[in-house]
Structures are given as structure tokens and as C-alpha cells.
């Protein structure tokens, strides 16, 4: 067995504290010092922030959070890897529904945000709106509900669905940030309008697809169809020598 044998040299370098001799690396160093091979540095980079443990850190963040955070923006913050940091959120959101805590943390629109939970909405609610009327009204509301199922979707065609002119509340939705241009119409070139982020992140959902579906909330079509015909019966003209109601016989 061959002895690997280390060149000495002298000076503050060639010894380290205690003096036990310290081998040098030959190469190119970085700025910091540290021996790098073929350019490459030999350890990791350090961190921008010093390393806390891992959840408190990720509670501390989110609980000043004014929108959702990604992962790769949380891992950031507290110095983590990414797939170390999600299965912290994982945990933590899995141990407040667990201790039945009056918020939970929920991954809404491509983020970590806390919310309050739903059984507690009306006490919540109650505090926020209380001598303030900061809700949408109805007609915001009818209309909101319209451009989220129909998106993309024109002013025009909200109108002939809601049967009025929206054009001022659409300048409410769009100052609320719950709606936002996507681009015009090919054939008229009228402008289109969709939801935005941040109304599924007031709505809690991540995504459209999660809306509930419309189906169990419309009649059935043999109640329309029942609606239709008395519709057509009290407009249609009655006939010629027919007697109303009132006595009085119709003139052809």
C-alpha cells in the first residue's frame, strides 16, 4: 500500500490552528477564498438568509403575505429546498384541520395563503362588514357570475344575457380586480373580459374548472316548457266572440 504524501510549506499557511499541517489544493479560488476544481466552486453556495426551522419560518412569512405564495417564492424566503418546503406546507395545512383551528392553509391560485374556515365566515364577516356595506351589489354580482361561466366573454353578450346595460358595473368589477381584458373578439372586435387571479383567490378556489356546475341549480325542462305554454296561452289573442272574464264579448 503506497503512502499518499502531502508538500509542506511555511508560513500562517502551512499550518492550521494546533499544528496540524494543512494540504493545498491547487487551482483557481473564488473571490471568498474557497479552492475551486476546473472553475467549479467546491461547496454550495451560501444562502442569502440565515437558516430558521423550517415551518415557524414558513408560518412567519405567510402570515404577512397580502397574496398567495408559490413554493419556489417560500423556499426563497426561508433558505429551504422546494420539496422540502411543500411537504412542510402539506404538514402544517393537514395539522390546523387536525387541532381544528379557525383558519386553515390552502393552495389557491398557484399559492399558500391562510383563510379563515368556512364554519367561521359569518363571525368573520360579521366583524369586517359590520357599519360598512363593502359587498357587490346584486347586479355585480349577476354579472360577475356571468362573465366567470362564459369567459372570454364581450360586454354585448353579458348584456343580452343579463338583459340590461353593464357597462358601469364592469367598470366596478374591473376596478375591484375581479375581472380583466383578454383580448378582442376576431369577427367584431369588441373587447373581452375574463376573472382574474384574484377573484379565485376570493372565491377559494385554484382554478374555473372548480366552479360548480349550473345544471342542479337550473329548472327542468319539462317545468319550462310548462311556463312556456301558459306564457304563449295569457299572449295569445282570443278568438272572435269569445266572452273575458269580465263579461265583455271581443270584437273581431
Known amino acids: 500500500m503506497s503512502e499518499v504524501s502531502t508538500s509542506s510549506t511555511t508560513g500562517d499557511d502551512a499550518t492550521a490552528e494546533g499544528g496540524v499541517a494543512s494540504t493545498a489544493v491547487d487551482g483557481p479560488t473564488t473571490e471568498d477564498g474557497v479552492a475551486t476544481r476546473d472553475g467549479a466552486a467546491t461547496r454550495d453556495e451560501t444562502l442569502a438568509v440565515p437558516l430558521a426551522e423550517l415551518r415557524p419560518s414558513l408560518e412567519a412569512v405567510l402570515m404577512v403575505a397580502d397574496q398567495p405564495l408559490d413554493t419556489l417564492t417560500l423556499a ?8 422540502e418546503v411543500t411537504a412542510a406546507l402539506v404538514a402544517l395545512a393537514e395539522e390546523y384541520t387536525e387541532q381544528g383551528r379557525g383558519f386553515e392553509l390552502r393552495n389557491v391560485a398557484g399559492g399558500w395563503r391562510y383563510y379563515t374556515r368556512e364554519e367561521y365566515a359569518v363571525v368573520v364577516e360579521g366583524f369586517v362588514l359590520d357599519g360598512q356595506r363593502a359587498r357587490l351589489t346584486q347586479a355585480a354580482l349577476e354579472t360577475l357570475a356571468v362573465v366567470a361561466y362564459k369567459q372570454p366573454v364581450s360586454r354585448a353578450r353579458v348584456s343580452a344575457i343579463r338583459g340590461v346595460n353593464v357597462d358601469g358595473v364592469m367598470r366596478t368589477l374591473l376596478a375591484r380586480g375581479l375581472v380583466e381584458e383578454a383580448g378582442q373578439d376576431h369577427e367584431t372586435g369588441a373587447n373581452l373580459y375574463r376573472t382574474t387571479n384574484y377573484f379565485l383567490e376570493r372565491i377559494g378556489v385554484t382554478s374555473i374548472d372548480e366552479l360548480p356546475e349550473l345544471a342542479p341549480y337550473l329548472p327542468d325542462m319539462d317545468d319550462m316548457e310548462d311556463e312556456l ?5 295569457t299572449a295569445a289573442p282570443a278568438p272572435v266572440g269569445q266572452t273575458e272574464a269580465g263579461g265583455d264579448t271581443v270584437e273581431g
Open 76 to 83: 426563497s424566503a426561508v433558505g429551504y429546498p422546494s420539496e
Open 229 to 233: 305554454a301558459e306564457v304563449a296561452q
